[in-house]
C-alpha cells in the first residue's frame, strides 16, 4: 500500500507512535585513473561512450583485471571505518537485467567483503554522540547512466525514450552497509544527515574519493522501517535510492517515516520496494519490488582470482591514512581561532572544506568565516541548496575581499557584485566595472552630496553643532542613498564633522 504526499503523518505524531529503524547504504565512487577491471579512464563529464573497453560492454571473450589501487583504497577506508580486513575475499556476480548494466551482471562481492565489522561515532549538531556499526565495505563496479528524455522533469517517469551512457559503467566503487540502527527516535533525519556526511568527509580527507555528491560521487539508498513502540521486531524497510544531497537524506527519511507512519496507522501494510526520491516535491514514489539476496543467483566470478591480504600490506597502507577527521577537526578550530560554538555552526553547515580551502587561498580565518556563515549561507538557504553547491569558489572570495580592503568596493555593494558574478557576467572586478560599483572616494562629490543632505535636515545638523553626535547617522544615511551606497562610511562621518566643524 502506498501513500500520496498529502497522505502522511506530521512527525511528531508518527514519533509518539513509532520507533524508525534505519540502515543506509552509501556507495563511494573511488578516483582511481583507470576502472575497476578494465585500462578506460575513470573520468566525469566526458563525452558519452567513449571512455569504454570491450571489458566495460560484456563482449564476449573479454577477461578483467582487478584494479589494485582500488583494492588498496578499498582497504583504506576500511581501516578508516574500524573495519576487520578479510585475509581473503573473492568477487561474485550479481545477476540482474538493467540498460545500463551491459553485461546483465554487476561484478560485486557477496559472502566474502573486502572489510567488515567496524564502526563510525556520528556527532551530532549538539555535540551528542551517535555510534554506528558498519556491517560491511565491499567492493564492486558502478554501473552506466541513463538519461530520460521526452518528459516534463527529466525522471523515467513520464519520459518517452531513454539514453545510456556507458562511460560510468566500471567505475571502482565501495559499498558501505550499517547494521540496523535502533534508538535514534526523533534524531533519525538528523543522523541520516550526519552520517553521510561523515562518510563523505572520511573519503575526501583519505584521498580516495572526489566526494562530489552532485556528480554522484557519493550515493546512498536509505532503509527505514517502523515498529510500533514497545515492539522488538523489524518493520517492513522500504529503500530510498541514490540519494545524493546531504539535505534530501535528512528529507527523504524523515518524508518516509511519515508516510509508513501514515500507512500503518491506517491499517495498512507496508510494501518492501524501492523508492524513488524527488526533490521539488520533497516525496518518494514507489519504485521496484525489492529484491532478496536470493533474487539475484549470486555466484562466485570465475574470470578473477581472489583478492588476498597479508599484515604486512595491511600495516603499510595504515601507516599512508592520514589524521583521522575528528583530529582535523580540532586542529583547524585551533589554527583559526574559533569557539566552540562558532566552529559547530562551521561544521553543522558543511562549510568546513570551504573555509579551509578559502583561508588557503589567501583570506583571513574570521573572514573566510564571515562569508560562508554570512552571506553565503544565506543564499543557500534560499535557494535550498548546500552552500558548496551555489558556485562561489574560494578564488571569487579572495578577489571580493580584496576589492572591500582595498576601499574600491564596500561591504554593502559586495553584495551586489556577488550577484552579478553568479549571475554570469564576469569575475568581481568586471562586474564593478560594467555596474559602476566602485565607491565614491572623491571629497568633492562626497561634500555635494553631504551638503545636499544636509540642507534637507537642518535640525539634525544643529543637534550635530550642539554635541549629539550620535545624530550624524542620520546625515550619513542621507549620503549614503544619495551615492546609492556607494560611499565609504567612515569617510562620509569625518567629512560631516569637518563641515559642521565639530569635533569627532
Known amino acids: 500500500m502506498s501513500t500520496a504526499t498529502a497522505d502522511i503523518l506530521s512527525f511528531e505524531e508518527a514519533m509518539e507512535k513509532f520507533d524508525p529503524v534505519l540502515g543506509f547504504e552509501v556507495h563511494v565512487e573511488l ?7 578494465s585500462s578506460a579512464p575513470n573520468a566525469f563529464g566526458d563525452t558519452p561512450n567513449t571512455n569504454v573497453t570491450p571489458v566495460d560492454l560484456g563482449l564476449p571473450g573479454v577477461l578483467p583485471v582487478i584494479n589494485r589501487v582500488a583494492v588498496e583504497s578499498s582497504i583504506k577506508i576500511g581501516l578508516a571505518l574500524n573495519c576487520k580486513i578479510a585475509e581473503r575475499c573473492h568477487f561474485a556476480r550479481k545477476n540482474y537485467f ?36 558498519i556491517e560491511r565495505a565491499h567492493m564492486e563496479e558502478d554501473a552506466g547512466k541513463l538519461t530520460h528524455m521526452g518528459g516534463a522533469t527529466g525522471r523515467i517517469q513520464g519520459a518517452e525514450f ?17 547494521k540496523p540502527i535502533v534508538g535514534a527516535g526523533e534524531r533519525a533525519p538528523e543522523l541520516a544527515k550526519a552520517y553521510v556526511a561523515a562518510i563523505r568527509e572520511i573519503v575526501k580527507n583519505l584521498g580516495v574519493s572526489d566526494a562530489r555528491m552532485e556528480r554522484g560521487n557519493v550515493r546512498c539508498d536509505a532503509n527505514v522501517s517502523l515498529k510500533p513502540k514497545g515492539q522488538e521486531k523489524f518493520g517492513t524497510r522500504t529503500e530510498t535510492k541514490n540519494v545524493n544531497s546531504l539535505r534530501a537524506v535528512e528529507h527523504a527519511v524523515r518524508y518516509e517515516i511519515q508516510r509508513h507512519a501514515a500507512v ?38 570465475p574470470d578473477l582470482v581472489p583478492v588476498v591480504t597479508d599484515d604486512a600490506w595491511i600495516e603499510k597502507l595504515r601507516s599512508e591514512l592520514p589524521e583521522p577527521p575528528a583530529a582535523r577537526r580540532k586542529r583547524l578550530q585551533a589554527d583559526w581561532g574559533y569557539s566552540d560554538a562558532e ?11 570551504s573555509i579551509e580551502e578559502t583561508i588557503a587561498a589567501g583570506v583571513k580565518p574570521a573572514t573566510a568565516r564571515k562569508w560562508w556563515m554570512g552571506e553565503i549561507s544565506r543564499r543557500a538557504k534560499v535557494a535550498d541548496v548546500e552552500p558548496a553547491e551555489l558556485g562561489v569558489t574560494p578564488a571569487l572570495i579572495v578577489e571580493l575581499q580584496g576589492l572591500i580592503d582595498s576601499g574600491r568596493i564596500n561591504d554593502k555593494l559586495s ?24 565607491v565614491v572616494s572623491d571629497d568633492g562629490a562626497l561634500l555635494e552630496a553631504i551638503d545636499g543632505a544636509l540642507a534637507a535636515q537642518p535640525d539634525v545638523a544643529d543637534k550635530i ?23 565609504d562610511a567612515g569617510r562620509v562621518r569625518q ?10
Request: net charge negative; no cysteine; proline share 4%.
Open 415 to 438: 553584495r551586489e557584485v556577488l550577484d552579478g558574478v553568479l549571475a554570469g557576467e564576469g569575475t568581481p572586478t568586471e562586474v564593478v566595472a560594467q555596474r559602476g560599483l566602485e
Open 343 to 353: 566552529f559547530r555552526d562551521v561544521v553543522n553547515a558543511g562549510v568546513m572544506d
Open 465 to 487: 553643532r550642539g554635541g549629539k553626535l550620535q545624530a550624524v547617522g542620520a546625515i550619513v544615511g542621507g549620503v549614503m542613498k544619495a551615492t546609492r551606497g556607494q560611499a
Open 162 to 178: 531513454s539514453l545510456v551512457d556507458y562511460n560510468r559503467a566500471g567505475v571502482p566503487l565501495v559499498e558501505i552497509v550499517t
Open 264 to 301: 500503518l496507522d491506517g491499517g495498512g501494510t507496508i510494501t518492501q520496494e524501492t523508492r524513488h526520491w524527488h526533490e521539488d516535491t520533497r516525496s518518494t514514489t514507489a519504485g521496484r519490488p525489492k529484491s532478496d539476496a536470493d533474487d539475484y543467483r549470486y555466484f562466485p566470478e
Open 98 to 133: 538493467y540498460p545500463d548494466t551491459p553485461k546483465n551482471f554487476q561484478t560485486s562481492q557477496y559472502d566474502e567483503p573486502i572489510a567488515y565489522d567496524g564502526s563510525i561515532d556520528i556527532e551530532l549538531a549538539d555535540g551528542t554522540v551517535f555510534t554506528v556499526e
Open 31 to 37: 578516483n582511481t585513473r583507470t576502472k575497476m577491471f
Open 495 to 504: 567629512l560631516i564633522l569637518e563641515r559642521l566643524g565639530v569635533e569627532g
